[in-house]
Antibody, heavy 120, light 107 residues
Framework: EVQLVESGGGLVQPGGSLRLSCAAS????????MSWVRQAPGKGLEWVSV????????FYADSVKGRFTFSRDNYRNTLYLQMNSLRAEDTAVYFC?????????????WGQGTLVTVSS | DIQMTQSPSTLSASVGDRVTITCRAS??????LAWYQQKPGKAPKLLIY???SLESGVPSRFSGSGSGTEFTLTISSLQPDDFATYYC?????????FGQGTKLEIK
């Protein structure tokens, strides 16, 4: 059974940093791209970033480029999203999702989400 | 970047109705389109991928069609469990994108 479990969310001040993790199990982790998708309170889904199965060259939404860094540890089956220079508009539930192929795709499996609140 | 536009933003319908949601892409995405259902406080659930392929376990009243830039999600006979928000997503290129969502409400 595929499981994705996010952690690391919480309250952080504007300009601060936070690192999210996503522990994956139930599939061959290194064979699939993974993504982060976020959802601000009462708003729609916003794609944040994708990383290929090997972990090379992540792609980012313009809204987070230069501030967020997406990485993966294929030995620990874990994803990391390092978020720096956080802004109020980064407040959202962050979901990790398993893509359907090695480099991109649709999302068949999602985690339960972790809430990030950026506020003073 | 590819922009995805859904219509309508809100749809009021009754149990048993046939409803259609439209998703338009700002450029051709072939058939690289998925549809999701989301209920409050939950992660999205995949319904359709590759524009018209039904995800395993999803009721057959859900169907998808289209290619290029115009796509539709149809629910043939609404059930009480179907009232939710629906999103389309393109995965033609690495930087995937979602439509803004369509909230399906009970009339």
């Amino acid at each position: 059974e595929v499981q994705l479990v996010e952690s690391g969310g919480g309250l952080v001040q504007p300009g601060g940093s936070l690192r999210l993790s996503c522990a994956a199990s139930g599939f061959t982790f290194s064979s699939y791209a993974m993504s982060w998708v976020r959802q601000a309170p009462g708003k729609g889904l916003e794609w944040v970033s994708v990383i290929s199965g090997s972990g090379g060259s992540p792609f980012y939404a313009d809204s987070v480029k230069g501030r967020f860094t997406f990485s993966r540890d294929n030995y620990r089956n874990t994803l990391y999203l390092q978020m720096n220079s956080l802004r109020a508009e980064d407040t959202a539930v962050y979901f990790c999702a398993k893509a359907s192929s090695y480099d991109t795709g649709y999302f068949q499996y999602w985690g339960q989400g972790t809430l990030v609140t950026v506020s003073s | 970047d590819i922009q995805m536009t859904q219509s309508p933003s809100t749809l009021s319908a009754s149990v048993g109705d046939r409803v259609t949601i439209t998703c338009r892409a700002s450029q051709s995405i072939s058939s690289w389109l998925a549809w999701y259902q989301q209920k409050p406080g939950k992660a999205p659930k995949l319904l359709i991928y590759k524009a018209s392929s039904l995800e395993s376990g999803v009721p057959s009243r859900f169907s998808g069609s289209g290619s290029g830039t115009e796509f539709t999600l149809t629910i043939s006979s609404l059930q009480p469990d179907d009232f939710a928000t629906y999103y389309c997503q393109q995965y033609n290129i690495y930087s995937v994108s979602f439509g803004q969502g369509t909230k399906l409400e009970i009339k």
